[in-house]
């Protein structure tokens, strides 16, 4: 049995969270190794909708353990708010379904003002699109060795040292946007309202994640956000502040680079992208914004309308490479039902000359014109399809012409929101 890592291929809201939650049957262990509540992952089970942001998506499918890895940075209060908002909806929630990594830095009031300070005060063309909910700023305080973490919360006879280290340099911060110094105690008391519940989940998970891989335990690793916005190998400086491609499942977990053997990626059969940032294959017109009306395309945590292009096939290729996908799950295959032609982006066009891949440096991905290739579309549907001899004949040609341009095969088809309305091709975990 094979233990599988779910990234994003794209730029984000590929449908990972209708994938993972189809795929958490076969796991035991869902986890969360990267990013914080900025992710929203969109559930529809039994015609229930549910919306996360935080949680593993495993959490409302009784049976399954979900970890929230030390990857993640962690808003407590938020964490406190979406368990109470799943336990209104009658999911379970408890120590024995959840458990949050000792090691997690924790978002706080102080990362969420400086994050909206920052973006609100970017010059013109120069904001990065970010969800202003503290995530970068509680990274930058990761690795500037200053931030608080979850164990924090079980020993308030240390905090005082640790917020006067953080205030240190917020204030500074602070004071240069002209604002007021934040006083310790209003930290404290921050920490102090959410500290008994969240004590409530917390874990070695690093310890636990590996007597359950002994144990032979199916684990299902969960990205946030897509490869694109990786902070490494994304469109640098318009991406989010962790590694989003698959290798981090084993630093944001602590289980090692042999934590997991099948790499699954989700594509949609078109792109979008929410926020600032390169998008070759953007369509500003009619056809753009049918594609956005037909797919939904607004963002689950920001309610933004999402831009809206063709594939490309460019971007999902070079994202098979750095993540090492072994199978693509494509996504929404449906939106794209009644078009008389869909267009692919096989390459693009760099001052004349043409190239396979997108540049690293900025200027130039802003440079880039996609070169495509027409496909013709089908006039039924695929709506609900839950085989292959239920697609339309030209559907089925335009997924393996996907598959051909990317170098991966698609492992599933996914046809709706709803779970049930997926074609398996191949199982991750049976690999």
């Known amino acids: 049995m094979a233990n599988v890592v779910v990234v994003g ?38 015609g229930v909708t549910y919306k ?19 990857g993640v940075v962690v808003d407590p209060h938020h964490l406190v708010k979406e368990i109470a908002g799943l336990r209104k909806q009658g999911v379970e929630v408890s120590r024995d379904n959840l458990r949050v990594a000792e090691n997690a830095p924790l978002i706080l009031s102080v ?17 990065i699109g970010t969800t202003m909910r503290g995530i970068g700023p509680a990274y930058e305080d990761k690795v500037g060795r200053r931030a608080i973490r979850v164990m ?22 602070r004071r240069g946007f ?26 070695r998970t690093w310890s636990l994640l590996e007597d359950l891989r002994r144990a032979g335990k199916r684990i299902l690793f969960e990205g946030a956000q897509g490869a694109l916005l990786d902070i490494d190998h994304g469109t640098y400086p318009y991406v989010t502040s962790s590694n989003t491609v698959a290798a981090n499942a084993a630093t944001g977990s602590g289980l090692g680079p042999k934590a997991a053997q099948y790499v699954l990626g989700i594509a949609k059969a078109y792109t979008t992208r929410v926020g600032e940032g390169p998008f070759p294959c953007e369509l500003n017109d009619a056809t753009g914004q049918l594609i956005g009306e037909k797919g939904h395309e607004f963002g689950t945590v920001t309610g933004r309308p999402r831009r809206c292009g063709w594939f490309d096939a460019v971007l999902v290729r070079q994202t098979v490479k750095t993540s090492g996908i072994d199978g693509i799950a494509l996504t929404k295959l449906d939106v794209l039902d009644g078009f008389k032609e869909i267009k692919v982006c096989t390459a693009y066009r760099l001052d004349g000359e043409t190239i396979d891949y997108l540049p690293a440096a900025q200027a130039a991905q802003a440079r880039v014109e996609p070169i495509y290739e027409v496909i013709e579309g089908w006039p039924g549907t695929t709506q609900g399809a839950r085989s292959w001899a239920q697609l ?15 170098g991966a095969p698609v492992s599933l088809l996914s046809t709706s929101p709803e779970r049930a309305d997926t074609i398996l091709v191949h199982n991750p975990f049976q690999d």
Do not use: C
């Open 9 to 46: 291929a794209q730029w984000g809201d590929e449908g990972k969270g209708k994938i993972v939650d189809w795929l958490s049957v076969e796991a035991d262990v869902v986890v969360r190794f990267q990013g914080g509540h900025n992710a929203g992952h969109t559930l529809v089970i039994d």
């Open 52 to 70: 996360l942001s935080l949680l593993p998506s495993g959490i409302v499918r009784p049976g399954k353990l979900s970890v929230i890895g030390n």
């Open 111 to 127: 990362h969420r003002d400086l994050d909206a300070l920052r973006e609100n005060t970017a010059a013109a063309g120069t904001k």
């Open 152 to 173: 924090d919360l079980a020993d308030f006879s240390t905090l005082d040292a640790k917020i006067a280290r953080l205030l240190t340099h917020h204030n500074a911060l």
């Open 178 to 203: 002209g604002l007021d110094e934040i006083k310790p105690q209003m930290i404290r008391d921050e920490l102090a309202a959410v500290a008994e519940e969240v004590l409530t989940y917390v874990d």
């Open 392 to 406: 339309p004949a030209a559907a089925v040609k335009y997924v393996r012409r996907i598959e051909e341009l990317i």
